[in-house]
């Protein structure tokens, strides 16, 4: 099995968060994700978000702090998974021909989304959540 280390953004305005969906024909296809990717060989997490921010919505993006690091197993995949408060710069444009989409805080829980992204929605919706990640 093989083991991936992964960065994804948590961009929000106006309690809506930016999602995107993956293609049908990859890994957890047709889930909605927080935009974000694969490190590669040698490169930190932040240099990942900015990196596949810039390949999948034509924009730059500003990280920030770390809100969760979360890890689970897929029958094929172990994913090591690190959320980020992040702003875009620009206005994000898909450029992979993946679906995109602002979705609200209280509709989150009801998307298709991967397993591992459970513990960072219980913590966006929670009634005594942490202050707004703002973009």
Do not use: N
Not at 60 to 80: I, K, M, N, S
Not at 90 to 119: I, K, S, T
Request: with cysteine; aromatic share 6%; charged share 30%.
């Amino acid at each position: 099995m093989r083991d991936v280390v992964v960065s994804a953004a948590v961009i929000e305005r106006d309690d809506a968060f930016l999602l995107t969906r993956r293609a049908v024909d990859t890994h957890l296809g047709g889930r909605w994700e927080f935009p974000g990717g694969k490190a590669e060989a040698g490169e930190t997490l932040d240099a990942t978000l900015v990196r596949e921010i810039r390949e999948e919505l034509g924009c730059g993006v500003e990280v920030g702090p770390l809100l969760l690091t979360t890890r689970h197993a897929y029958p094929d995949v172990h994913v090591e998974l690190h959320f980020f408060s992040a702003r875009l710069v620009g206005e994000p444009l898909p450029q992979l021909g993946q679906e995109m989409r602002w979705v609200a805080r209280d509709a989150l829980e009801a998307l298709y989304l991967p397993e591992a992204d459970a513990d960072l929605v219980a913590m966006l919706t929670a009634t005594d959540r942490a202050p707004e990640v703002h973009e």
